[in-house]
């Protein structure tokens, strides 16, 4: 029974195919994957087209596959998507979130010049080194000890309870212990 | 066999029998004048009780005293002396081992804490040896504002320094077991990197000289696991703070040196400003709740004690380092925070009463677990004390003197015991008293310590004003403290409110409604002995005056204005002050020119809604989060929330709720992505008050 109901729950998670292409405005699209890129730093506007155009692309095939949902969070995500994929192929990263989160944090807070025109294909100068160098951890690596709680034997923080629990019986009152184990 | 009896024993050995035999015979003295006094016809169970709670207050201040007046003798006894030429500093071994400067925070004001921090690691590139050491900003902070204010910053220090692998940040998932507990997870988490942590408090300033030299004192001793270095209270501008910052530093260096006559090295844990051996702190302070329920089970909330008790139980050392100079931090500014602060460490303080006879600690360690609990237990007993002895002046005022007996012709004069009373109270003022004056003798053979205490007359002025003051100030403290340890005994929990640092004033509501029931005890309690035991009255006025002055005094007292006007005047300066410490010019200038926060300006946005929208902030934000597990249960609920936080803006969500918006970056990123889709990001910023 458990399976069952947990299934039905699964099948909430799983987007449904659209029975009919989701109608959008691509004028609109543009201008918001436009604007996101803006914020993301790329202010040149070849940059920006050359960028958008891509963006624009992938979410055309996600209406193909039919995983479109709203668009316009469809094109915010595929902005996003494509920037991970460039720092992943740039830094040659293999799955290492933390690594990725670490190399967007850099580029986005603007350590790291021409990343924009690199990312939009119109450089060739490779900018792996530089990322990799404004990465910052904002930890070093574990060194860890083990620090247990160490024992604190306390005295006669028993002895009120017991104390009572003698003076009870000594006068024949019988404690909540006593009843629930007859 | 015979020569281990001719040996000399060393001189150290004697120091704690001497300070606890001077403090058991000074009670004894006085006890017996008492009791002479007292027991005139026998002893009523009223005057048995008078006499026992004389008697442990009377360890108490004589226990004070006698630190104050060692203290005395050892400074006098190093001035005379001279200073000796000291050989010149070993530079360390930056390669061999690093120290940890950590610092756990908890709300805290992001801009202090920075500013402070950098001050310390400006002073420390001055020794030239900042290569030994890495920052470590321990964030417990549960403000989401905050959280990500702190983020920012760092990251912006981060840039400025050029260094990244100095200077960590970490924000805890879960604060478990507060500050002791932010502390333990750093310790199993990177502890391995480090030899020694400095752990200081989010006011804490320490000067670049001090931290190298606690390192190296730590590297001259290896049994030494802690060495504590008094921290000396600045910065603040109020009249009552800078009251205290003048007793402080006063008498707070002479105490220091008698605490580090008879603690030796069984010293005690500060909690901050102070130098810790990582491993053994790992192995033996990984502490336990307590068995029950709070305020006396549960977590070990004044950790600091325990932490150097169990030090000491496992065998290592723990001094105080009462000669180190360049440690500081900052107070309280009004008498109504200290008062909170009071009830903070309170219920921490009292909860040691249950440690106090537990199996296999040091018996110094138990003393000072008993001196914790007496620091607010003392209140309610002083409170009980003057209670009994009014009841007893009460019950003296209607026996009617009986001048002859039987078949006597001549009258039989009731004893008198005037000379015995006032003999308790002088002797009772002059362990209370005293060593304020030694202290002043301390300047009187030291001109240069008496110029940076703005000389000998404006010291002496200061010490009586703040004598008369202090005398004003007690009962209203008592009464606090009383309240404080009765609502911990009637199984009140304290919260963990972050601490009111910067200086900020008592208006006259507030000090109505934190006095108005002193006013009113003073008034009634003073009507009644007027009326009832008008004798009483007079001895009682001290305590009345204090009461029913409090809310003129405390607003008083909490402004700056004064303050500033004192120190014009020449009252109340410190060293701090006359001769302002490098580090602390430092802070000056880092606080007047704080660091700018990183990424580009957020316009008028709260900083966690910043978080979630502005492509920088947020990067910044995920990249220091880390990924978890998935869990369709967190999704839903992290879904739940953003609605909640579109559908009915910010306002509607509690901190928690805005914490854990920010917490995970599954919920993060759709949070982001989702503004960013609306159809006006700008409009579409969540609303907030």
């Known amino acids: 029974m458990g399976e069952g109901v947990s299934d039905l729950l699964a099948e909430l998670e799983i987007l449904s195919p659209a029975s009919a292409p989701v109608p959008f405005d691509r004028v609109e699209l543009e201008r918001r994957a436009r604007r996101y890129l803006s914020a993301l730093g790329v202010r040149a506007e070849d940059e920006r087209l050359a960028l958008s155009q891509v963006v624009l692309k992938r979410v055309e095939l996600r209406i193909v596959v039919g995983q479109l949902g709203d668009p316009l969070e469809a094109a915010i995500e595929e902005t996003h998507l494509l920037l991970d994929q460039w720092l ?52 070093p690596e574990r060194a860890p000890l083990v620090m247990d709680a160490n024992p604190i034997e306390l005295c006669c923080h028993r002895s009120g309870p017991r104390l009572l629990a003698r003076v009870g019986r000594l006068l024949g009152i019988r404690g909540k212990s006593a009843r629930s184990n007859s | 066999m015979t020569s281990l009896w001719l040996a000399p024993v060393p001189a150290r050995h004697f120091h704690r029998p001497i300070y606890f035999s001077l403090v058991i015979l000074t009670t004894l003295f006085t006890m017996s004048l008492l009791s002479v006094a007292i027991q005139d016809d026998g002893i009523s169970t009223l005057e048995l009780v008078l006499l026992i709670l004389y008697a442990i207050l009377m360890l108490w201040i004589s226990a004070s005293f006698w630190t104050a007046a060692i203290g005395f003798v050892r400074l006098m006894r190093q001035r005379l002396r001279g200073d000796r030429a000291a050989a010149p500093p070993r530079a360390l071994d930056a390669g061999a081992f690093k120290t940890a400067l950590v610092m756990p925070v908890y709300n805290e004001d992001p801009e202090r804490v920075f500013a402070g921090l950098r001050a310390m690691y400006a002073s420390l590139e001055e020794t030239g040896e900042q290569a030994g050491f890495e920052l470590f900003i321990l964030s417990d902070t549960r403000d989401p504002d905050i959280w990500i204010q702190e983020e920012m910053l760092w990251r912006r220090w981060i840039e400025d320094l050029g260094e990244p ?88 260096r002479m105490f220091a040196a008698g605490l580090s006559f008879w603690q030796q090295d069984t010293a005690n844990f500060w909690g901050h400003n102070a130098i810790l051996r990582v491993r053994p702190f790992a192995d033996h302070c990984g502490l336990p709740k307590l068995p029950g329920s709070e305020p006396f089970g549960g977590d070990i909330l004044s950790h600091d004690f325990v932490e150097a008790a169990l030090l000491a139980r496992a065998g290592w050392k723990v001094q105080l380092a009462h000669d180190l100079g360049g440690s500081y931090e900052e107070i309280p500014p009004t008498l109504i925070d200290y008062a909170k602060r009071d009830r903070r460490w309170c219920q921490g303080n009292l909860q040691h009463a249950r440690l106090i006879l537990a199996h296999r600690f040091k018996t110094l360690s138990r003393i000072h677990f008993a001196m914790g609990v007496m620091s607010y237990a003392a209140s309610p007993l002083w409170l009980l004390f003057l209670i009994a002895t009014g009841v007893e002046a009460y019950l003296k005022s209607l026996r009617v003197p009986v001048y002859f007996f039987g078949h006597n012709v001549v009258p039989i004069w009731p004893e008198s015991y005037v000379v015995e009373m006032t003999t308790v109270l002088w002797v009772t003022l002059i362990i209370l008293f005293l060593p304020k004056i030694l202290a002043l003798v301390l300047l ?246």
């Open chain 2, 165 to 252: 692998a100095r200077l960590f940040y970490r924000n805890r998932v879960e604060n478990t077991a507060r500050k002791s507990g932010n502390l333990a997870d750093f310790c199993r988490d990177w502890g391995g990197r480090y030899r020694y942590m400095i752990v200081l408090d989010a006011d804490s300033i320490m000067s670049g000289e001090t931290l190298v030299e606690m390192v190296r004192r730590m590297e001259a001793d290896s049994q030494l696991a802690l060495l504590q270095v008094p921290p000396v209270p600045v910065n603040r501008s109020s009249f009552f703070a800078r009251m205290l910052q003048f007793a402080g530093s006063l008498y707070g």
């Open chain 1, 88 to 139: 992943v192929a740039e830094l040659d990263l293999d799955g290492d979130s933390d690594a990725l989160s670490a190399a967007r944090a850099a580029v986005l807070g603007g350590d790291v010049a021409g990343w924009t025109r690199r990312w939009a294909g119109l450089s060739q100068a490779s900018l792996a080194q530089t990322i990799r160098a404004a990465r910052v951890s904002a930890v």
């Open chain 2, 444 to 689: 009187a053979v030291d001109r240069d310590e008496a110029r940076r205490f703005g000389g000998l007359r404006g010291a002496s002025l200061s010490v009586l004003i703040e004598s008369l003051l202090s005398v004003l100030l007690a009962p209203v403290l008592m009464l606090f403290q009383s309240k404080f340890v009765a609502a911990i005994l009637l199984r009140t929990t304290v919260g963990w409110p972050s601490q009111q640092r910067g200086d900020h004033q008592t208006g006259f509501v507030e000090a109505v409604g934190a006095h108005g029931i002193h006013t009113l005890i003073a008034v009634v309690t003073g009507y009644a002995a007027y009326v009832y035991v008008p004798d009483f009255f007079w001895w009682f006025t001290p305590v009345l005056a204090g009461l029913a002055l409090s809310i003129p005094v405390s607003i008083l007292t909490s402004r700056t204005s004064l303050g500033v006007w004192a120190k014009g005047a020449g009252l109340f300066l410190t060293p701090a002050e006359t001769e302002e410490p490098r580090v602390l010019k430092q802070l000056e200038e880092k606080l007047a020119d704080p660091l700018p926060l990183a990424c580009a300006s957020t316009a008028a946005q709260p900083l966690w809604t910043a978080a979630m929208k502005e492509p920088c902030i947020y990067a910044l934000h995920d990249s220091l989060l880390h990924d978890e597990p998935q869990s369709r249960r967190r999704r839903h609920i992290l879904e739940g929330l953003i609605f909640q936080l579109q559908d009915e803006g910010a306002d509607l969500l509690s901190l928690r709720e805005k914490r854990a918006l920010l917490s995970h970056r599954e919920g993060l990123y759709l949070l982001h992505t989702r503004l960013w889709a609306a159809s006006d990001p700008v409009a579409q910023t969540p609303r907030t008050g």
